[in-house]
């Protein structure tokens, strides 16, 4: 048997957790190092699987591991990643890394405990994109859920508590249906193995032909991965969520928790429900209208905020929308997939949501972690409060411009190719929605440019008020510069990845065909 | 006589303990009394786990000692166990006769040992009745406290009255078939003659209000919030586990035994779908206004009865596994969560749910047991409760009838709703802050069953196959 390289880099972190626990809550250096130690191993170990990944051969389900574990049942302990799932695990440990890196210096409360619930929470992420099995995809679906909810609601803002109990329901009251359907769908096919059910669902449907189950299983997987994601109009906890979570909390919640509903809707909706995902993308295209909503209202509502958290959180509402209007368009071609020119048009719809997925998740972990630092030094995020600091901070200034030049789809930069491929998939198949979908980028451009840019760091600087503002220290520069290396490499050569997403997306949609 | 074997010796340790406490004067010398409990029942969980996979015989007629009775009473034992861990520290404290009140636990299991292995009419009402009594002693244990006396009095009355309509149902059924042996009435059921259904239904009617009464079912579950919040709490933990395990063996062996056999299941199906959806909601509706937390814990054990029910109306055999066990990770959950309200009363005598505020500083460990079990009681994953809900509802799913399709969904949102008063505790422990910062500190008893509950939450999940494919053995007792 070869090394289970995959239960490894899953279960580092709960060793990492193991850990910290047996060590005195006093020793705060050391639990810091411990933890940001296993961090790091586990981004080395993502790194790994994904060269792996590659090397084998991207479209197919690599370094598989499977035991029996619940036997009546059909349960299986199943582990494997591809080219969809390998970057994800990287995007994981990296933005953990950089996380608990700089959670060393700006979290003093409760040490351990922070540390601790930081490492399970990792251990749910990974396991949701490692997971071959419904249960287990369940399982750790869940066990993410606590974390954050204790993140939010003991390290977060004044209104934590709310915003701790919001995420907390609104992702629970969706994944409870969605177990349901799991349920569901195993008594029709006699099987929780995802790949498998997919394959069987490519030939015939799950659930017979017009029944109602069929429509009510594929909304509750739907909804409770658009909740996650989060799509218009299951969008509401996320402001609080983010306003309110510390900031490694927001980097995390923005980084990787939205990629798991986008993850879920990819790995599991489409290839069980294509009829239903191209029917509801088609005829009645309520999911495309969600994405377009999501684009443009959350573009409108960043452009009425004048609290710079809030913000980004709403740009997040608006830029996953690129991903589901991606996805939207892949289903939408599902019933011309046979010629060459459409079945790339779908693919490169799925490839823009996949890239977007990891672009977003780079480039809003990184503006989230430029707004702690501010806040760190500020204590407010009112964007009139500010003006000019444009010569007072200019690193933290440039910085800034990057990242925020980044998310607006700045050619060069990353956030650029999951637009372009969006786009190209969308008005293939969904000209309407591309057109007015296009919006949300000039929206997106604008607040920005006026909002952020112009408000912060143009116009007159307030010398008695901000005048002993500092700027970036070094740990901070430190974990800004992967993120900003990875914007621009990417923005570059974009190939390595989209080389991995289109293997597995291509595989995918052969097995729809 | 083998066979009796675990029974006799809670019989004997109970007696022990019981004469013990009459001959040893001074009380400081009583301290290992709850010891030679525990070894008790560690002893007649061993002399059971020996008895595993034995044939299926009868024990002097109304006695069967097959898989399922054997599985009820391991659970049984084990929740024991952790019930004696809880009480020491408390029990302790409240002076004399210490040893009756392990006595009466042990007399108590040895009664739902009998009920599990029960296939006369006649024997299931002696266990019955030695296990409400047994209850509504431990209940008023605390004789100088008016609440205790008062939940105490009220479950008695209850009980009684209650029981008393099952016995009248019973010699109906005696009426009826000529035997007291459930066998024997299955088949006496089925050549009954048409006009009799009228009857029978009746019986059902009348032999399911006790049945309720001993789970804590709706429309029997008034005698619950009284009794929880006025018994000690080691007994309140007591009875929130132990009778309902005996409820369920009962429901289970003589529903089983002699309803699927006659087309009058369906009337018998329908009630108590009926009830199971009542208790689930009823149950988790009211908790959501509790302000204390036995109450609380009290409503809530309401509710999980109702979820258990839905095993039991699936009448198939991974629907019997399920029960059981949903009852295991029930049992060890529910101890689990108990054994920290112990530990916080026995150290600031308070039960209400706002001086739990700021607990997660004063007691972490202790703090978060009681969040792990609450998120089991609520069924978050990676708990034991989520797996027993997994296999409760995915029994109902897995049935044609799609009444049983909507019970699993009302299970559904019955959960979610549960999660808004379960978070009550969750809110004052970890968020709330108060102004004392004194750490509390927990016994060693207390230690040891808290850390044994926490770790069977959680390390059910690693052993789910094994352990479920033994009660699937167990419920193969009724499915040939």
Redesign the interface.
Known sequence: MNFPILSVTLFAPLLGALLILIIPREDEQTIRRVGIGFAFITLILGTIVWILVAQAGAGELQLVEEYSWIEGFNVFYRLGVDGFSAPMIFLTGLLTTLSLFYSARTITLRVKEYYLLFLLLELGMFGVFMALDLVMFYVFWEIGLVPMFLLIGVWGGPRREYAAIKFFLYTLAGSVFMLLAILGVYFWTGSFSIPEIAQMAATNPIFPVGSAMGVAAFWAFFIAFAIKVPSFPFHTWLPDAHTEAPTSGSVILAGVLLKLGAYGLIRITLPFFPREFHYFSTEVPIIPVMAILSIVYGALVCMAQWDLKKLIAYSSVAHMGYVTLGLAAAAAGYEVLGGEEAFQAAASGLNGAAFQMFAHGIITGGLFFLVGIIYERAHTRELKAFGGLASQIPYYYGVMLVTGFASLGLPGLAGFWSEFFVFRGTVYFLEVAAIVGVLGVVFTAAYILWKIVQYIFLGQLDEEKWGGLQDMEWWEKATMWPLLLTMVFLGFYPTPLLQSFDAAFTNLLELLQ | LWLLSPELVLLVTGLFLLLFDMMVRPQEEKSWLPYVAVVGLIAALIATITLWGCEETRVLTVLSCDGFALAVKMIAYVAMILVVLVSDAYIQRQGSYQGVFYMLLLICTMAISLMAGAVDLVLIYLAFETISITSYLLTGYLRYDRRSAEGGIKYLLYGAGVSAVMLYGMSWLYGITGTTDLVGISQGLMVVEESMRVLLFVVMVLLSAGFAFKIGAVPFHQWAPDAYEGAPTPATAFISVAPKIGGFALILRVMLTMVPRTEFWNMAGDLWVSIAVLTMTIGNLVALWQSNVKRLLAYSSIAQAGYILIGVVAISP?GVAAVLLYLLAYALTNLGAFAAVVAFSNQTGSDEIEDYAGLHKRAPGMALVMLVCL?SLAG???TAG?FGK??L??AA??QPSPILSLL??VG??N??IS??YY?KVI?AM??LSSDEEERLPVSLSLNVALGVALAGVLLLTVF??PL??LL?VAARTFFG
């Open positions: 991974r998120l978050i994953p990676p989520f997994l296999y509802f995915s799913i897995e699993a969904i559904v949102i959960s979610v999660l808004a978070w809110r970890y968020f789910l196959s479920f494919n699937e």
